[in-house]
Nanobody
Framework: QVQLVESGGGLVQPGGSLRLSCAAS????????MSWHRQAPGKERELVAR????????NYADSVKGRFTISRDNARNALFLQMNSLKPEDTAVYYC????????????WGQGTQVTVSS
């Protein structure tokens, strides 16, 4: 059974930091491109960051470049998102996702974790 379980969300003040984790199981993690997406109320889900299957390449949305860092540990089947200098506009539900290499459609989604940036 495939599972992607996010954790680490919460309430943080502007300028603060959070580290999200995503625990993967039920598939060969190292064969998948992993990504973080977010969806704010009333908005479409958007890609935040993506990392290649062995971690050598990363991509970020312009809105988070220089503030967020995506990483993965294939030995632990884990994905991370370090979020620094958080802004109120980063408030959203954050989802991790898995896509097989050389495909374009996400195969698996996590259930999401809420991140709220507010004073």
């Amino acid at each position: 059974q495939v599972q992607l379980v996010e954790s680490g969300g919460g309430l943080v003040q502007p300028g603060g930091s959070l580290r999200l984790s995503c625990a993967a199981s039920g598939f060969t993690f190292s064969n998948y491109v992993m990504s973080w997406h977010r969806q704010a109320p009333g908005k479409e889900r958007e890609l935040v960051a993506r990392i290649s299957s062995i971690g050598g390449m990363t991509n970020y949305a312009d809105s988070v470049k220089g503030r967020f860092t995506i990483s993965r540990d294939n030995a632990r089947n884990a994905l991370f998102l370090q979020m620094n200098s958080l802004k109120p506009e980063d408030t959203a539900v954050y989802y991790c996702a898995a896509r097989r290499v050389r495909t374009v459609v996400v195969d698996y989604w996590g259930q999401g974790t809420q991140v709220t940036v507010s004073s």
